[in-house]
Every structure is written in C-alpha cells, then in structure tokens.
C-alpha cells in the first residue's frame, strides 16, 4: 500500500509539472510563464489572445528555441566572443536599478537574450553567409520560381528574390530541425491560456 502511495503522489507532481509547462523541445521545458512572458512583450502588453493566436506564436517560439538548441549542437555557446557579449550585457543589466539577479523578470531578460545572440550567430552561419555573394544560387532559385515574379527581369526582383530565397532556405532548415529533435506541445495548457 506504501508503494502505491509513493507512486501516486509521484505521478501527480509530474503530471502538475508538465501541466505547467506549455511545450518542449529537445526535453527542455517551456514554461506557461516564460511563453507568455515573451508573448506580451512582443504584442505590447496583450495577454488577451485566442487559441489560434497562441497556437501560431509558440510554433514561431518553438522554431526559435530550435534554433537555438541548434546552436548550442554546434557549441557557439562556447565561443570566446558570444561569451564577452553576454558578461557585457549582463553587467549592463546588473547596473540598472530597475533589475535584479532574483527577479524573475531579469531571468527572462537574461535568457532572451542569450538565446537572441545564439540565434542570430546560428542564422548567420546556416542562412544569410550562404546567400551573400552567392549569386549564382540565387538566380538558379529564380529561374525555378520565375512564375513567382511575372514577366520581372532577375534584375527587377533582385532583392524580393534574395528575401524569398532566404525564406526558402530557412523553411528547409526549420523542416530539418524539426524532424531532428523533439518536440512536444501541452495542448491542455495552451487551451488554459487562450481567451475565448
């Protein structure tokens, strides 16, 4: 009977743990606290959001944390220089009166931008370096996708076939990064969040 009981109450703090947490990816937790965290801050203050508004943004949200744990596979967290900039950033933050280190807040600062930092230096390598003075590669994505831009020289679309490219690239990335790690989506939780 003791065991049943151990197990019991085992199971329920796991299942209250994972009932807080909105998604996962990679095993690593995102919180209903930190999602909508990010959420407000990017919809100015908002919290008010359907179930479809929610579903869109933690899939944006999921494809950013990948980046990151991309990132992080290929130890750009270990670089000299990602390093110096966040121990910067840091003591910037730190020297202001508005955060502290035990605020909640200055945690979630502190790891947006961490994760920024690392998914901006991923995206250079895996995406933007490939395209800059790549012509050739860019004029071969517009000549498959010349019904795309009708009847407009290469010339005329340089630059949306440049962005669409980018885009195309980044779709292909975020399709593989998908399929490479696992991810896992609380439903119930989302559902708890989302104003009708």
């Known amino acids: 009977m003791r065991k049943v009981c151990c197990i019991f109450i085992s199971c329920f703090f796991v299942h209250v743990a994972f009932a807080q947490n909105i998604a996962s990816v990679n095993g690593k937790s995102i919180s209903a606290k930190e999602f909508m965290w990010v959420y407000k801050k990017n919809h100015a203050g908002v919290a008010n959001a359907s179930y479809a ?9 999921i494809n950013f944390k990948l ?19 966040i121990n910067g950033y840091e003591s910037a933050l730190k ?18 931008y961490r994760e920024g930092v690392l998914m901006f230096n991923v995206s250079e390598k895996k995406i ?3 395209v800059q003075d790549n012509d050739a590669q860019i004029l071969d994505f517009y000549n498959k996708n010349a019904s795309l ?24 990335w975020i ?5 490479k790690y696992n991810v896992k989506v609380n439903e119930d939780e989302l559902e708890k969040l989302a104003k009708p």
């Open 175 to 179: 399709k593989t990064l998908r399929a």
């Open 149 to 172: 831009y009708t009847g407009k020289t290469f010339d005329e679309v340089r630059g949306q076939v440049v962005a669409d490219y980018q885009q195309h690239l980044e779709n292909e």
């Open 53 to 61: 508004e929610l579903n869109a943004y933690l899939n944006l949200y």
């Open 67 to 85: 980046k990151v744990v991309d990132a992080k596979a290929m130890n750009l967290d270990a670089d000299t220089a990602y390093k110096k900039e």
């Open 128 to 130: 933007w370096s490939r």
């Open 95 to 112: 020297s202001q009166k508005k955060t502290s280190p035990k605020n909640i807040e200055y945690n979630f600062i502190m790891n947006e």
